[in-house]
């Protein structure tokens, strides 16, 4: 970037600018233009869209009672399918999670209900609590034997998904104070590449345990962060490609197809400029 805020080659010394228009040293008389991306700022992240996206394309995945603790990028060496089905079902939760999910103890206690609507799925599960590493779950109001719900929308322009988090008294149903919204994009960057853009979104409802808010932000995110690595770790083992119709499928599976299929008919159809939708961009 030169003094005019202009971006210089490195290689010909061109001179891009903000308005789409460039110069080359060689040939000053004359005025090129290059193809320009819309761009956004946001949750610590460039964004680009096609330039006549409208700002209310932007996906809007903040929920107004959460905070924003953190984003983070793991890439995903899998087929994108692969990846979209690791995000469209909870059973392998208990194998390759450690905090996400139920234990192989509790698997007879996992719940899970489906929606389909027209461009979103819908995900609900409900769990026994496997509980943290020294009870430390009881620092903010989890206890023994609680319910652990996760439930989640896909939505498909672009690619993601928003699983929140949170738990409830196995007896009474009162919800815990504490809960989380982790939301993950899914970009495809080259074949067998996909980076996943994950932010988390953390609530606490009692005032009484606010002081706590830096423990578990550092928390989440560190729980978060290895989850997902966890994925992307067995994600790599995929096979080339699979259609699933030799998969045994189960009714924890019942998102697979149908997110399948979604994606297929509004993300990866070609689409008009005008309605591509806005990416984050590492
Ligand atoms: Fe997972």
Redesign the pocket.
């Known amino acids: 970037m030169n003094a005019q805020g202009e971006l210089v080659c490195a290689y010909h010394a061109w001179r891009i600018r903000s308005n789409g228009t460039a110069i080359s040293p060689s040939k000053p008389d004359k005025v090129y233009s290059v193809p320009m991306l819309k761009t956004w700022e946001k949750h610590g992240f460039i964004w680009v869209a096609h330039t006549n996206v409208p700002d209310s394309a932007f996906p809007d995945f903040m929920h107004p009672r959460y905070q924003l603790i953190g984003g983070f990028t793991e890439a995903f060496r899998a087929p994108l399918p692969v990846v979209l089905d690791?995000?469209g079902e909870i059973e392998?939760?208990f194998h390759?999670?450690v905090f996400?999910g139920t234990s192989s103890e509790s698997l007879d206690t996992l719940s899970f209900s489906s929606e389909t609507g027209e461009d979103e799925t819908i995900g609900r599960s409900s769990s026994k609590y496997r509980g943290l590493p020294l009870k430390f779950h009881r620092f903010f109001g989890i206890r023994e034997g609680d319910n652990y719900h996760i439930d989640w929308v896909f939505r498909f322009k672009p690619l993601h998904g928003s699983y929140h988090n949170y738990w409830s008294d196995p007896v009474s149903a009162t919800r815990r104070p504490v809960s989380f919204i982790v939301t993950t994009f899914l970009v495809p960057v080259r074949d067998r590449e996909i980076d996943v853009h994950t932010f988390v979104q953390m609530a606490i409802e009692s005032p009484g345990l606010r002081w706590l808010a830096p423990v578990l932000r550092l928390g989440a995110m560190a729980v978060t962060k290895y989850?997902i690595k966890?994925?992307a770790d067995i994600a790599r083992y995929a096979p080339e490609s699979s259609d699933g119709r030799q998969w045994n499928l189960t009714h924890l599976d019942k998102q697979l197809f149908v997110n399948r299929r979604l994606m297929d008919r509004i993300y990866l159809a070609p689409q008009p400029a005008n309605v591509a939708p806005p990416t984050p961009a590492s």
């Open positions: 690791n995000f392998h939760s390759v999670h996400v989850e966890n994925d």
